[in-house]
């Protein structure tokens, strides 16, 4: 049972406008949430992460909202790029060892 | 520095042939890890490693076998490869407690 869903597949942004990603997850025991963004032929790359005691951290143009009571979190990216094509996935762990992965989202951002 | 590399980029196989995944990282990092790639369904963690010589199941470990003897590489083996065993294979490394993963740029296995 997949623990750490992304509902949808896909999501087209115009440049410069905000692109919003969801992730809801339904282990209650996870503590720390991070974003992934994979290009093709290549493995994933770290973007940025929340822990469970906050409900908000940025990184430039990038940040992720964690809405604890409902088990969702959301990556906004803004102004969106060109370069921000990719797919991102969201992860999470409880106590650090293993991860769960969502089954990402592809996101084409339109020049 | 390489960071995280992964030996061999493709890889054909039959049914029941065997084969191994080397992962090998240059950043001395304690935690190492497998996943699985398949469409539609993320990355699933087969294995992992928090030190030389020890390791642990992760999701989805049946049909792999794994052993880290040096810090620095973390082998997955098919003993006999299924075509259920078809996917994409990530190689992953981090420091203790240090939950960003460094990735591998990944392994196509195709079992016929």
């Known amino acids: 049972d997949q623990q750490v869903k992304q509902n949808s597949p896909s999501l087209s942004v115009q440049e410069g406008r905000i692109s919003i990603l969801n992730c809801d997850y339904t282990?209650?025991?996870?503590?720390?949430f991070l974003w992934y963004k994979k290009y093709p032929a290549e493995g994933p790359t770290f973007l940025i992460s929340i822990s469970s005691i906050k409900d908000k951290n940025e990184d430039g143009r990038f940040t992720v909202f964690l809405n604890k009571s409902a088990k969702h979190l959301s990556l906004h990216i803004v102004p969106s790029q060109p370069g921000d094509s990719a797919v991102y996935f969201c992860?999470?762990?409880?106590?650090?060892?293993?991860?769960?992965f969502g089954t990402g989202t592809s996101l084409t951002v339109i020049p | 520095n390489a960071g995280v590399t992964q030996t061999p980029k493709f890889r054909v196989l039959k049914t029941g042939q065997s084969m191994t995944l080397l992962c090998a990282q240059d950043m001395n990092h304690e935690y190492m890890y497998w996943y699985r790639q398949d469409p539609g369904m993320g990355l699933r963690l087969i294995h992992y490693s928090v030190g030389e010589g020890t390791t642990a199941k992760g999701e989805v470990p049946d049909g792999y076998n794994v052993s880290r003897l040096k810090k620095q590489n973390f082998l997955l083996g098919l003993e006999s490869a299924a075509p259920s065993q078809t996917s994409v294979y990530f190689c992953?490394?981090?420091?203790?407690?240090?939950?960003?993963?460094?990735f591998g740029p990944g392994t196509r296995l195709t079992v016929t």
């Open positions: 992860a999470a762990s409880a106590a650090g060892n293993q991860f769960y």
């Open positions: 992953a490394s981090s420091y203790p407690s240090g939950y960003e993963q460094y």
């Open positions: 282990n209650s025991m996870f503590d720390y």
